[in-house]
């Protein structure tokens, strides 16, 4: 009999092939519902493609520096309400990470001049973008304090599974106004909101990037409720950099899954999910193990999902009516970038956004986002530079089909360009410039195996708020997703939010304690 740890890698036979739950994948969101329902009791069993946990929240390292592969501005880290879900998440299985508070959310540097840094200080803020815009100060306040109205509805509750009747009887019984003002909110966005309160375009399209730069999408597409939470959880929790990096959020989710029970497999890629008789009831790895469970959770989009790991054939017309509504966003052209520390200056803040023109702002390569975490955590780095991390929204269809010669001169030519367009800001980055390295859209597909590299679902359309967002449960019995494919989106607070409600419908349907 081989020794057992409850991490193990896919060419390692594990002790039962049964569990209660299987999840499909280690992100964020996967990690979550794993963990939860292992303190639950439930057997659980997490099948992750990669040698690490985190998908789009992991790292990798190269020559002394740890690069976080994508998120970098973590919500949710607070330490009081309800909202702040990776705190809690970490709790729940006896784990810490020590964090290190941002004191600037996000500097803009916009058309025509306009510089605009969101402090984490509320009032600050707003004194700071008045000013900019003096005649809209009375509707710049109104506007960011009705998205504080969101987020206290949100922030006064218990946040589980809004598929769950007696749940919802319980905090509307508990909450009646908060659940109310919520209800209210489900079905707006943000730009009718914005415009109720504000009229100069120019703010209008500040409003817009705001927006932009986490739901991929502008104002007029993005959901009120996830506005709520992003533009107060910045003042109220903060924006927190966890010690060690993003990748730190996975790693003690995973080693908290194994305290609690849990078991983790690494180069574990499902192939299939296995259905019988219309059932959900297994999992066929591409190494041809086969594990089966009572219920199997999904963490890959929904593209990857349905259509991949469940044959197209079998997709059901819900699936077919969603993805009218949601289309791919694209994915990212990212920078990572070793830099000599003297590039940037002490007070430089860890955050920027860079639009030159407000026409492109939605076209590839049109906003760059540039995230410094050594500037919080210099251990990330050799002592004497920093990390630069600049990424920019890029579709796969730009990267396809290219021999590897023209594909590698492509990078080249793409990541120079950015280069140059940083100089702007960060004047000798291209002499003080240590190491390159560049993914594209191909990159993350191969390595996060996210369809075409996808950030994530955004609507193709105008829609109703977040209405048309599915939640965990699937038209397959005994199939779940969890992630940024599902209520309430993007954002790893928003999929931390995924896996505590996908874990709270299973422990019901299981009857777990
Ligand atoms: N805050 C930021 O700065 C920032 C930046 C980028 C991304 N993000 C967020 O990260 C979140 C992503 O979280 P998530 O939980 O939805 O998913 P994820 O994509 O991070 O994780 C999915 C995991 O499933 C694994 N997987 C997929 N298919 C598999 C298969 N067939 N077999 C085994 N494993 C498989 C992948 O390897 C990956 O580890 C997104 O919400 C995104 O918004 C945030
Ligand atoms: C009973 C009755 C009558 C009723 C009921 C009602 C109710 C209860 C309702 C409820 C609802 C709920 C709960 C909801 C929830 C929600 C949530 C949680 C949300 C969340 C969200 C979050 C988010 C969205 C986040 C996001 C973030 C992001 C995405 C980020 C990103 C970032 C990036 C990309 C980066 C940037 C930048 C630079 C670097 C510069």
Not at 3 to 15: R, W, Y
Not at 112 to 127: P, T
Not at 292 to 307: L, M
Request: with cysteine; hydrophobic share 35%; proline share 6%.
């Amino acid at each position: 009999m081989p020794v057992i740890t409850h991490q193990s890698f896919a060419d390692e036979p594990l002790p039962t092939q049964d569990f209660d739950v299987i999840v499909i994948g280690s992100g964020i969101g996967g990690l979550v519902t794993a963990t939860q329902l292992a303190a639950k009791g439930a057997n659980v069993l997490v099948l992750e493609s990669y040698i690490i946990p985190g998908g789009s929240s992991g790292y990798f390292e190269r020559e002394g520096y740890r690069f976080d592969v994508g998120a970098s501005m973590i919500f949710g880290f607070g330490d009081q309400g309800t909202t702040n879900l990776l705190t809690r998440a970490l709790e729940a299985v006896n784990v810490k990470l020590e964090t290190i508070p941002d004191p600037v959310q996000i500097n803009y540097h916009l058309p025509g001049e306009l510089q605009v840094r969101v402090h984490r200080d509320y009032e600050k803020f707003l004194q700071e973008l008045g000013e900019k815009f003096p005649d809209e100060r009375e509707g710049i306040r109104k506007f960011y304090d009705e998205c504080w109205q969101v987020f206290n509805c949100l922030n006064a509750m218990e946040l589980l599974s809004l598929e769950e009747p007696r749940y919802l009887m319980r905090v509307f019984f508990q909450n009646p106004g908060a659940c109310l003002g919520l209800v209210q909110y489900l079905p707006k966005n943000v730009g009718e909101v914005a415009k109720r309160h504000i009229s100069n375009p120019e703010l209008l399209k500040f409003i817009d990037i705001e927006c932009y730069c986490w739901s991929v999408v502008p104002a007029d597409l993005t959901p009120m409720i996830n506005a709520g939470m992003v533009f107060s959880d910045r003042h109220y929790g903060g924006i927190n950099y966890p010690k060690g990096g993003v990748g730190q959020i996975a790693e003690k989710l995973a080693e908290g899954l194994q305290k609690a029970g849990g078991t983790i497999q690494y180069k574990a890629r499902a192939k299939q999910i296995l259905i019988e008789n219309g059932q959900a009831v297994g999992v066929e790895l591409t190494n041809g193990r086969v594990y089966r469970a009572r219920r199997i959770v999904s963490n890959a989009t929904r593209w990857d999902t349905f259509g991949k790991l469940i044959p197209e054939k079998m997709m059901p017309s819900s699936e077919k009516k969603w993805r009218k509504r949601y289309q791919k966003s694209p994915s990212f052209l990212s920078l990572h970038l070793g830099v000599e520390a003297s590039v940037l200056t002490p007070e430089t803040d860890c955050h920027h956004i860079i639009v030159e023109d407000w026409q492109k702002m939605e076209e590839p390569e049109g906003t760059i986002f540039v995230s410094i975490p050594t500037l919080l955590d210099p251990d990330l780095a050799p002592p004497g530079y920093h990390i630069i991390h600049a990424f920019t929204p890029s579709w796969i269809d730009n990267w396809e089909d290219l021999p590897p010669t023209e594909y590698e001169q492509k990078k080249e030519e793409a990541a120079w360009g950015i280069v140059d367009r940083l100089e702007k800001i960060f004047p000798g980055l291209d002499a003080g410039l240590d190491y390159m390295e560049v993914g594209t859209a191909r990159s993350h597909r191969r390595f996060l195996n996210r369809d075409d590299g996808t950030y994530g679902p955004i609507p193709s359309r105008q829609l109703r708020g977040l209405l048309g967002m599915p939640f965990n449960r699937t038209a397959i019995p005994g199939l779940y997703c969890v992630g940024d494919s599902t209520f309430p989106g993007q954002g790893l607070n928003a999929v931390a939010f995924s896996g505590f409600a996908c874990a709270h419908r299973i422990a019901v349907d299981l009857k777990l304690g």
